[in-house]
């Protein structure tokens, strides 16, 4: 893993997206895989403004979310189809057939997971996942005890992620139960993760998910045996970080993130 350090949300969010707009241009081709949340709102108006002011091109690339809600439509102003049209994909130039989510309203969820992974693996993988982080350490929706091995399929959601999004909803029983979530193993198979997280409600977790034992309890602490792992914070979720002097000195010396220094 790697852990960058920014100034603020803004700093950290605009160096997420000059890393993705670094892998588009030098293959246009892309696989990219996307994520919801309040946090990549930032990263999502970043890339519009490389589009409109960059010509970055988003023409051929691929898109795969990591999760998506079960039951509601696509037209729902809380569905993730909905949140990626309306923070990225109308404002680019994404081929919309070019873009998948999760279909939470199949008839058969079992086999929309495993037609979900099918695909994923159709277009040769992942090739860079953005990933946001729960209060309670999930990616995508891997809540507590998810194998650290599993694969996208149909997930309960806890009362802590309940309650956390549940203001979006207009309360708790307006809220999905369940939703499809590319697994941890499934997330692990990218070639490339980039993980933001923002704020200080984010800290504590992001301590634990950097410098804590792996363990299924908290899923994010399974990209430390990732390959190529980038995580980017801001001062504030860095702040219960242990090491964070090692990892500004890493960014300030290593030769590879001289660009985005
Ligand atoms: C949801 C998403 C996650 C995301 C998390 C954090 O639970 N399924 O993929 O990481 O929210 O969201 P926020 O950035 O709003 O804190």
């Known amino acids: 893993m790697e852990v960058i350090i920014q100034p603020n949300q803004e700093a950290a969010a605009g160096l997420a997206a000059r890393i993705v707009a670094r892998e588009l241009r030098s293959?246009?081709?892309?696989?990219?895989?996307?994520?919801?949340?309040?946090?990549?709102?930032r990263v999502y108006r970043h890339l519009v403004r490389l589009h409109q002011d960059e010509k970055l091109d988003f023409s051929l690339c691929r898109t795969f979310n990591l999760?998506?809600?079960?039951?509601?439509?696509?037209?729902?102003?809380?569905?993730?189809r909905h949140y990626m049209e309306h923070h990225l994909f109308r404002h680019v130039n994404v081929d919309r057939r070019n873009t998948y989510l999760p279909n939470g309203l199949?008839?058969?969820?079992d086999e929309e997971c495993r037609r979900y992974e099918a695909t994923i693996e159709r277009f040769g993988g992942i090739d860079l996942q953005l990933l946001g982080i729960g209060k309670a350490g999930h990616i995508g929706f891997n809540e507590p005890l998810s194998a650290l091995r599993s694969r996208t399929r149909v997930k309960a959601l806890t009362p802590t992620t309940l309650r956390q999004n549940a203001p979006l909803f207009g309360g708790e029983d307006k809220m999905p139960r369940r939703a499809i979530t590319m697994g941890v193993g499934t997330i692990l198979e990218c070639r490339r993760c980039l993980l933001l997280a923002t704020g200080s409600s984010k800290a504590?977790?992001?301590?634990?998910a950097v410098e804590g034992p792996i363990t299924s309890m908290i899923s994010a602490t399974a990209l430390q045996l990732h390959r190529r792992c980038t995580v980017i914070v801001d001062e504030d979720a860095a702040s219960k970080l242990a090491e964070r002097d090692y990892y500004r000195w890493i960014f300030a010396n290593e030769p590879e993130w001289e660009e985005y220094r």
């Open 204 to 208: 504590e977790v992001v301590a634990k």
């Open 106 to 109: 199949a008839t058969d969820l």
């Open 27 to 41: 293959n246009p081709n892309l696989v990219l895989g996307l994520a919801t949340g309040q946090t990549m709102e």
């Open 67 to 80: 999760d998506e809600y079960v039951g509601l439509f696509p037209s729902d102003p809380n569905s993730y």
